[in-house]
Structures are given as structure tokens and as C-alpha cells.
């Protein structure tokens, strides 16, 4: 029977999520990758159990994690169930839905009748009562908004939720889903935008917003899909996500020019005594906008590097001037 570390809370950060009572952790847990069937079982659960023993007490899913769509849920269920349900008050556990998750016209995008149907099939899968976030996942061209909005409200009120989210929002968007949810009584407690040194869409208004209306904000993909450790200082190596014919990183996305930018990047990281992967983490966490970030693992060694991030987020004015210089 796993028992948790009685240290886990000396060495992490927690920081306040907006204008919320909710703290979390700097660097949260993702199970985007890694904790599906086709995973090894042994693996992924000494990941999680070495993540709240080094404070990490937030889990990231969605209803379509895996492979296949809903195993990363039922995974983390199980492992739940038999190691972790003695400290399920002291976790917070998010989900979401908005992308495809069955077949048909009610298993897509931002419907009342979508979201509210999946939170049950996610919290069936986890063996839970609730879940601590439930995030409408990505907006709906052709769902109104108020529509989705009152579906987390919903969720929140019947006790399935404590917290409603969203994620990939744009400014625009997340300031009249805040407005909304903030009027039906549930105010929006956190955005997940996909943010790192090469993807700074968020910096164009969204980050202002959050601030605006008290939103916290927890950045996921920050290490680009792998661009942003020292994986390709020297090109694609065999075996990589960019050598791979599938996935959300492609060979032609790993130019020479990214790779001179990287290889500037950890000329900085080295001088600051960090990896080039825990300075892009230290980077986000800057930003006190940026309330927390998902790292994805696949061992428990890359879980302990990523967390480590944490001994390092001062930046001197010089250095984040190179950095910006680079990233021009």
C-alpha cells in the first residue's frame, strides 16, 4: 500500500489561482500522454505516486486522454481506488470536454447535453462523486456561449464540479465566458492556454484578461512538444516525437533555425545551472498570471527534472533580454 511522503510539502510552491481560495501547485501534473492503455502500468504509477510525494497535488485529464479516448481516466481511477483514496482531499483533479469523444452529434464540441453527459462518463470511469475542475475544453463555433457556459454552471451547482474552467479560449472569448459565469454565480476559476517560449499567443490580450477578471492561468504544452529541452541540439535523433510520421510534432517543424534558437536558449539555461527544459518552465512561472504548469513524463526521472524547475524562477533583467532577443 503506497504511503505518501511526509515531506511532500517542503520544497513546492503553491500559488493563489486568480482571486480564488484555491492554491496550486507550480508545476502541475498532465496525463495527456504516457498514462493510457498502451502505457506500462508499473510506470505511470510510480510517476504519480513520486508526484505527490513531491507536491505536485494537481492531475490533469480529459474525457479523450489514452490511447484509447478514456483509458487515461480510468487509470487514474483505479490507481485512485487502491493507492491514493486516503489523500483525495488533498488533490485536486481536473477534466474536461470539447473535443471528439464519441460518435454522433452529442459527442463533440460545447453542447449542455456534451459536456453534462461526459462529466458523468469521466467521473464513472475515476470512481469519484466530483471532480475539482471540469474546463470546457475549446470553444464551439456553433454553440452559443452562454449555452456552454451554463452547462459548467450546471455541473458546479449539482456538486460534480467544485470549479468550472476553460481552455483555448481566445481574449475575446474568455472575457464574455467570464462575464457570463461570473452573473450566474460561478465565477471562471482558471483558463489553460497552450503557452511557452514559441507559442506567445497568449501575451496578445489573454494574459491581461485573466488578470482583469482574477482568472488563473495554467500553461500547458511548455516545452513545445519537446523543442525546448536539449532533445535537438543536434538535430532529430531516431526515436523522437518529430521523427515520428504521427503526432503533434513534425520533422519540418525542427528547422535550423529553431535549432539555433535552442541552442542559444541553453547557452543561458547552462549559465543560469538549470536544463534548458526547467528554464522554459522557470520562464512561464515568472508571470504571476501563470498560476501553475502542466508537465507531461514519462519517467520518473524526467518528472523530478521538470519539478526541479522550481529551485530556480528569478530572472535577471539582462537575461530575459537575451531571451527575448533569441525568441525575436
Not at 502500468?41 to 513520486?50: D, L, P, W, Y
Not at 470549479?163 to 452573473?183: K, P, V, W
Not at 517560449?197 to 512538444?225: K, Y
Request: net charge neutral; proline share 4%; with cysteine.
Amino acid at each position: 500500500m503506497y504511503k505518501a511522503s511526509e515531506n511532500r510539502y517542503d520544497d513546492m510552491p503553491y500559488r493563489r489561482c486568480g482571486q480564488s481560495g484555491l492554491l496550486l501547485p507550480a508545476i502541475s501534473l498532465g496525463l495527456w500522454h504516457n498514462f493510457g492503455h498502451v502505457d506500462v502500468c508499473n510506470e505511470f504509477r510510480k510517476i504519480i505516486f513520486h508526484a505527490f510525494d513531491r507536491g505536485i497535488t494537481h492531475f490533469d485529464l480529459a474525457n479523450n486522454y489514452g490511447p484509447p479516448p478514456g483509458s487515461a481516466e480510468e487509470n487514474f481511477g483505479k490507481i485512485l481506488k487502491e493507492d491514493l483514496k486516503l489523500y483525495r482531499d488533498e488533490m485536486i483533479i481536473s477534466t474536461k470536454a470539447g473535443y471528439k469523444m464519441w460518435s454522433g452529434p452529442y459527442g463533440d464540441w460545447g453542447s449542455r447535453k456534451y459536456l453534462v453527459s461526459s462529466l458523468d462518463q469521466s467521473l464513472k470511469r475515476m470512481g469519484l462523486d466530483y471532480v475539482d475542475i471540469f474546463y470546457s475544453h475549446r470553444p464551439d463555433p456553433n454553440t452559443p456561449i452562454e449555452e456552454t457556459m451554463k452547462a459548467l454552471d450546471h455541473v458546479v451547482r449539482q456538486g460534480k464540479a467544485l470549479y468550472a474552467g476553460i481552455s483555448n479560449y481566445s481574449a475575446d472569448q474568455t472575457r464574455e465566458a467570464s462575464r457570463i459565469l461570473r452573473e450566474l454565480g460561478t465565477p471562471c476559476l482558471i483558463h489553460q492556454p497552450k503557452y511557452s517560449m514559441f507559442e506567445r499567443w497568449v501575451e496578445n490580450g489573454l494574459l491581461d484578461v485573466l488578470e482583469e477578471d482574477g482568472i488563473g492561468g495554467i500553461a500547458f504544452s511548455p516545452l513545445a512538444q519537446g523543442m525546448l529541452t536539449n532533445k535537438y541540439l543536434k538535430g532529430i535523433p531516431e526515436g523522437s516525437r518529430a521523427a515520428k510520421s504521427h503526432g503533434f510534432l513534425q520533422k519540418e517543424q525542427i528547422t535550423e533555425k529553431v535549432i539555433d534558437k535552442v541552442k542559444a536558449l541553453n547557452v543561458i539555461a547552462e549559465k543560469r545551472g538549470q536544463s534548458l527544459a526547467q528554464m522554459a518552465i522557470a520562464w512561464l512561472l515568472k508571470d504571476k498570471r501563470i498560476t501553475s504548469v502542466l508537465v507531461g513524463a514519462s519517467s520518473v526521472n524526467q518528472l523530478d527534472q521538470n519539478i526541479n524547475s522550481v529551485a530556480n524562477l528569478h530572472f535577471e533583467a539582462r537575461e530575459l533580454e537575451a531571451i527575448q532577443r533569441i525568441l525575436n
